[in-house]
């Protein structure tokens, strides 16, 4: 059974024209199944970087990227979209949820781009994560009608719809105030026990 | 790919909302495009109906022969010679100028009463049609006749110039029933003595119909007149309907012109929206793509869009340009001109401009469409 995570060696170097910005120097890392790992380090560390690289969202200059025994390294746009939207869910500081579409909508988004379920399936599927965050009552609402707790348990129900093998969270609870910030952090420690992500 | 179209609507859908005044605007300047298209091209469309089958009434001849410069130039014995020519059928000499009615340009038809009757089925709508030799006496067709506002019994005078001055009186005898669509009946008649007079060309005239039998033998019968007449302007009326088709080809093509440079602002208008709506989306675009979006979803989105303004923006214009046929006519007849232009609704322009604005909606969406397709997650979710 390959890990879910496996970096060897990843380096990243920003080529900012006159200055070359080392953000990530030959990170090694990997993550088994049911682990939960929290990143830290100030601002500018690398942190989103490296998220961004084993989210498949950029390429790193040096090393291999492996997702559950995929190497990701040198994959083509379309490929990675396909893994980004199959193994991995992603929850941002920002929530980032389209503000054109509902609660129910924002979640059904990924599974939208799955060609595999129908639409009833969708629905019912975005509909029980909704119940799992505890905002089915909200399940019509624009994220501008929500407040930013509402909308991040939005965004992690998102994260969640297509089964994911990998949640990436980068500072999740870096928008909303302390006591909301925790309570993001237990429900998503509860859905890695409940989900075995 | 059904479902990705979809979902790409909805998305677009919402996005033309929530910029209600902006999506208003680039609509509108779809609007002004298409319906200037279908405006003019409608107006070209019933400019050309109206004369290839105000021809078709007049000439109903196979060969028509005419002096070159319009002046009544061509003996009126001449007539006799072509009836002999075999395969014709019948041959009338006429005499067709323009002349002023009530300070109008009118067209004026002499013509002897007897060959008319037997050539077509006449009715009045009032009062009865000429005597031959009726000299002072005009009948007029009913369009030409309202237009004027005259009726039975009333005297006109008809002049040479639109200065009024020195004419000679008519006397309204009859109105002619107006036969098929109104636009085919255009002008008056008065016999041809009284037109020859008129013209102070007795004995001549300055066209000759020529009816023919068989309409294959037309060539050869063309062929024959002209060794008769070399001076003469001989010409069958399809060769005549077909010159005038070039003409009608290119005035078509310059009000297409217009209506295209239109509806290139318009496309411009598509562009700016979209490109502004990639703009103020990036966030929105990295998202879609970390959670899985393909470079096609995401054109889909914006082209979608694009498709939408254009859509609803042909259909209105459809509308508003048939609208603007009516103002059209509204104001070629409040600058008081003796022209009507029918209004003929042809689906096949409204389905040209249709697919005009949808075509031109895609191509206008494009290229931001593809710009936002080809934004990288990591950079548009970076952007504030």
């Keep these: 059974m390959s890990n879910p995570v496996e970096l060897r060696n990843v380096v990243k170097t920003y080529d900012l024209g006159d200055i070359k910005i080392n953000a990530l120097r030959g990170v090694d890392l990997t993550v088994k199944k049911g682990e939960s790992l929290s990143i830290m380090g100030p601002s500018g560390c690398g942190k989103t970087t490296l998220l961004n690289m084993i989210g498949g969202l950029d390429h790193p200059t040096e090393g291999q990227v492996i997702i559950d025994g995929i190497d990701i390294t040198r994959m083509s746009e379309k490929k990675l979209a396909r893994i980004r939207r199959e193994k991995i869910g ?5 929530f980032n949820l389209v503000p054109m579409l509902s609660a129910l909508e924002n979640i059904q ?3 939208n781009f799955v060609g595999k379920f129908t639409e009833s399936e969708i629905r019912d599927k975005a509909l ?12 019509y609402h624009r994220p501008t009608q929500m407040s930013g707790g509402e909308q991040q348990r939005v965004a992690i129900a998102r994260a969640l719809a297509n089964e994911p093998s990998i949640i990436l969270a980068d500072e999740p609870t870096g928008n909303v105030d302390q006591r909301t910030g925790w309570k993001i952090v237990r429900l998503i420690q ?8 | 790919m059904f479902k ?3 979902f790409s609507f909805r998305i677009a859908k919402r996005s033309i ?14 609007i002004i495009g298409i319906a200037a298209i279908v405006s003019l091209m409608t107006l070209g469309y019933g400019m050309r109906y109206q004369i290839e089958t105000t021809l078709n009434e007049m000439l109903g001849a196979g060969v028509i022969i005419s002096s070159r410069d319009g002046s009544a130039d061509i003996p009126e014995y001449v007539q006799e010679y072509v009836s002999q020519v075999p395969g014709v059928n019948a041959s009338i000499p006429l005499i067709m100028t323009m002349v002023y009615i ?4 009118t067209m004026i038809v002499g013509i002897d009463p007897i060959e008319v009757a037997s050539l077509y089925h006449v009715t009045y709508e009032d009062g009865r049609g000429l005597e031959p030799e009726e000299d002072e006496s005009i009948i007029f067709t009913s369009t030409t006749a309202n237009n004027l506002e005259i009726s039975v019994d009333d005297k006109i005078t008809i002049s040479s110039t639109g200065l009024g001055g020195i004419g000679q009186t008519f006397t309204v005898v009859g109105i002619l029933h107006t036969v098929g669509a109104e636009q085919m009946n255009i002008g008056c008649f008065i016999t041809l003595e009284a037109a020859q007079k008129l013209l102070g060309k007795e004995g001549y005239a300055n066209t000759i119909m020529v009816r023919i039998d068989d309409p294959s033998q037309g060539e050869q019968i063309e062929a024959i007149l002209e060794n008769m007449y070399p001076t003469a302007y001989i010409a069958r009326e399809e060769e005549l309907m077909s010159e005038i088709g070039q003409i009608m080809d290119i005035i078509d093509g310059v009000l297409i012109g217009l209506g295209s440079i239109s509806l290139a602002v318009g496309a411009l208008g598509i562009m700016n929206t979209i490109m502004m709506s990639v703009h103020e989306r990036r966030r929105e675009i990295g998202m879609l793509k970390a959670v899985g979006a393909e470079r096609r979803h995401i054109l889909f989105i914006f082209l979608s869009e694009a498709l939408l303004i254009s859509f609803f923006g042909g259909i209105l214009g459809c509308i508003f340009g048939l609208f603007g046929v009516y103002i059209a006519q509204w104001f070629i007849a409040m600058l008081g ?5 029918p209004l003929i609704i042809s689906p096949y322009i409204l389905g040209v401009a249709l697919m005009a604005a949808v075509s031109v909606g895609i191509m206008a969406g494009l290229f931001p469409s593809w710009t936002a397709a080809n934004i990288r997650p990591v950079e548009a979710l970076r952007y504030e």
Excluded: D, H, W, Y
Aim: no cysteine.
């Design chain 1, 109 to 111: 988004l990924s599974m």
């Design chain 2, 4 to 6: 990705t179209l979809r």
């Design chain 1, 90 to 94: 992603f929850i941002f500081q920002f």
């Design chain 2, 102 to 105: 009530n300070e109008q340009p």
């Design chain 2, 17 to 30: 909302g929530r910029r209600k005044f902006r999506s208003a605007l680039t609509i509108l300047g779809v």
């Design chain 1, 190 to 197: 509860n859905l890695n026990k409940l989900k075995s992500v």
């Design chain 1, 128 to 139: 029980e994560l909704l119940r799992l965050v505890g905002l089915e009552q909200r399940m």
């Design chain 2, 337 to 341: 001109l003796n022209i009507t232009i």
